[in-house]
């Protein structure tokens, strides 16, 4: 891990979740790290994953959920820029959803023209934990 935060992953809604895996796989040279129902992540070796796939399906998009960028995640170095980024946020008045992932604990929110981002500290060593099992709770920033 770097100790600057760095762009650490792209989201990204599809359509048809092999149709792009095969897509960023053979342009880009992706490698499938894991799969978990709608979603793949693909990386270069370094990171856990550089681009998540989600599939939407073919259907009417729900509010909210066309095809596109999903968020940008952005990796803070230590859980000091974690909560210093909270605090700008609070600060801002923008409303942050906090998710601890078990690998993760990660600040969602939408930028000024409603992108979605994504801040987060990696905690993968720190637990010893090496993959995401699905875990997704809330968490208090403020205890970092």
């Given amino acids: 891990m770097s100790d600057d935060p760095h762009l650490g992953h792209v989201h990204l ?15 880009l040279d992706l490698e499938v790290i894991d799969r978990r129902g709608d979603l793949a ?3 270069y070796g370094e990171h856990h994953h550089d681009l ?19 968020h ?8 000091d820029h974690l909560h210093e980024t909270y605090e700008r946020l609070r600060e801002r008045g923008v409303a942050v ?16 023209d409603d992108n979605g981002v ?3 500290l990696d905690t ?6 090496e993959e995401w099992s699905g875990h ?6 403020t205890a970092l």
């Fill in 136 to 141: 997704t709770e809330r968490f208090d920033p």
């Fill in 52 to 70: 998540a796939l989600q599939e939407l399906g073919e259907g009417a998009p729900e509010p909210g959920g066309d095809v596109g960028l999903y």
């Fill in 41 to 43: 992540f693909l990386s």
């Fill in 124 to 129: 993968r060593d720190a637990r010893g934990v």
């Fill in 97 to 112: 959803s906090p998710v601890d992932h078990g690998i993760s604990k990660a600040l969602y929110f939408d930028d000024p």
């Fill in 72 to 79: 940008s995640a952005w990796e803070v170095p230590d859980g």
């Fill in 118 to 120: 994504e801040v987060y």
């Fill in 13 to 27: 809604k599809v359509r048809d979740l092999e149709r792009a895996v095969e897509f960023y796989r053979a342009v």
